[in-house]
């Protein structure tokens, strides 16, 4: 991991309220939104890998 976030209790419970509810659309199967989640993410970061891109190269 390259980055560490740290959460107030606030920003806990909205993070804990939207992964029950992600939860819930795979019907209670953690290990099943935990895959998709992970996939989403990487191709999340693969978008903006290729946006962030041009402006590496032009420095």
């Known amino acids: 991991m390259d980055h560490i976030v740290t ?6 419970a909205a993070l804990q309220a939207t992964a029950d509810k992600f939860v819930a659309l795979h019907k209670g199967d953690t290990m099943k939104a935990l895959k998709e989640m992970i996939v989403l993410n990487g191709h999340l970061q693969n978008r903006l890998d290729a946006v962030s891109a041009p ?3 032009s420095r």
């Open 7 to 12: 959460l107030d209790s606030r920003q806990e």
């Open 55 to 57: 402006r590496r190269a």
